[in-house]
């Protein structure tokens, strides 16, 4: 077995440079969970996990990952002006869309392009967000053949990761230093084995700690 090539470090600000793949481009988990591996609460509420969102992650997210904060967050805070890093292109699942809707934005990451899968939207509520209501894996397939240098950003939630679970090339995984016992998963799947290698492992004060991890093929 090859011995794992992993990087300790603290978030020291330094910027970050855009992954380049000579193939087709990466879907990416990038998620926030506990230690043990719950996204949310049973409801799949994730409230509990923003105070963790201190000084040093947010200008982590906002150096590293800016595009992966909604529109409206990153307008509320001023920094709705940065560029996008790692993705151009978002899908999420429509109940976790459904949240952005309950606060009246029909556009909740108008920094990139909206996917939103849903067999229940009969149309879209907003001309820049753009329903899959079939074919989900041929779909994620021709965005992944699209000829981009940025990446795509699988936002969740669960049921949406489960159903692209063999479709994930990466994963970016925020884990804040809480334990729910019991919660919404991080895939809503049947038990089945997937290998990935640790690519990297940051470490912040408060305990989170962000690991990146690719998919073994
Ligand atoms: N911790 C985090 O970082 C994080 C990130 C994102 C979300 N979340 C949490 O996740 C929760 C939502 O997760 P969830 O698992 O309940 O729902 P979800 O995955 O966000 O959305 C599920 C919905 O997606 C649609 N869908 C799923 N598979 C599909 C397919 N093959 N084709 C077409 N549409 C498909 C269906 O919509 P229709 O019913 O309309 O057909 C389904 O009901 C939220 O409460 C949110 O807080 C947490």
Redesign the pocket.
Known sequence: MQPLQVKHYEWSGSQATLRKEPDLRKLTYF???SIDGF??DP????QM?IPFVDEEFFEFLKTEYPETMPTHGRRAVGVDDLENKQYDTII?????YD?ALELGVTSPYAHMREYV?????KESPDPHVEI??ED?VGRVRELKAEDSDFGIYL???????G?LIDEVDELVIKTYPIVLGSG?PMF?SGFAISEFTLGEVRTFKNGAVVRTYSRKR
């Open positions: 998620i926030a969970c996204i949310g409801s799949g509420d994730a996990m999420q699942g429509r109940a976790s949240l899968a849903s067999r229940s939207l899959i209501a989900l936002c969740g939630g669960s049921q949406l990761a159903e919404m809503g």
